[in-house]
């Protein structure tokens, strides 16, 4: 009897441990992933959430990588991000993920800008501020490829796409790669050209929400 109740205890605690249901999910400022703020902000998560019986918290990230690097460390159950993002940060730190909604393409949306020069050719030789290791970095090696460069001919600067819009104004930054809106915001700036965007790649560039793989697998309801 000690035994069968030390089972029964112990199969409770793992049925526990594998159903949930309250799931948190993060998003960052990127134009393809703002339905989330919105369905938050108007309750329609909150709708189908309630629907199936759980709990949806859904958490803006004002930096991009920061909300994959809690992603990957558990902090959310599912997070905003592009295929090859998906592909990196997480994957290299051991989480496997399922692209759960794939919500779209970028054709456009993520784009490369320099200051008074409208020919991407002349990117050669510059500093390129980027969100490093991210869609941003991906976008830059697809560009210079097509005119026959590579990111040695170019000094790649590490900034958060929180800091890319009051980044461009300053001395010194001739060159940005990042995604609307902020691309559009700097595109409204003085002497500001894009000279490649995702529309030249299309289909490359996924929008997605991802959700943890084990997680998905625990709940699968």
Not at 207 to 213: F, I, P, Q
Request: aromatic share 8%; glycine share 8%.
């Amino acid at each position: 009897m000690k035994r069968l109740a030390t089972l029964l205890l112990t199969l409770s605690f793992s049925s526990f441990s594998l159903a949930a249901d309250s799931f948190k999910v993060c998003w960052s400022i990127y134009v393809g992933w703002m339905p989330w703020g919105y369905g938050d902000e108007q309750k329609i998560v909150d709708k189908w959430a309630e629907k199936y019986g759980i709990e949806i918290d859904v958490v803006q990230i004002n930096d991009y990588i920061e909300s994959i690097n809690q992603y990957t460390t558990g902090a959310f159950d599912a997070c905003a991000m592009t295929n090859m993002d998906a592909l990196t940060i997480p994957a290299a730190g051991g989480v496997d993920s399922t692209a759960l909604i794939v919500g779209d393409f970028s054709n456009g949306n993520d784009g490369i800008v320099l200051k008074a020069e409208d020919s991407l050719a002349a990117i050669k030789g510059q500093q390129v501020n980027l969100v490093e290791l991210s869609v941003s970095h991906y976008l830059l090696a697809r560009a210079l490829d097509s005119v026959g460069l590579s990111e040695a001919d170019v000094t790649v600067v590490n900034t958060s796409d929180a800091d890319m819009v009051a980044v461009y104004p300053t001395a010194g930054v001739t060159s940005v790669v990042t995604w609307n809106p902020l691309l559009s915001e700097i595109m409204g700036m003085p002497g500001a050209n894009k000279v490649f965007d995702s529309s030249q790649i299309p289909g490359e560039i996924i929008d997605m929400l991802v959700v943890n793989t084990e997680v998905l697998e625990q709940n699968p309801a």
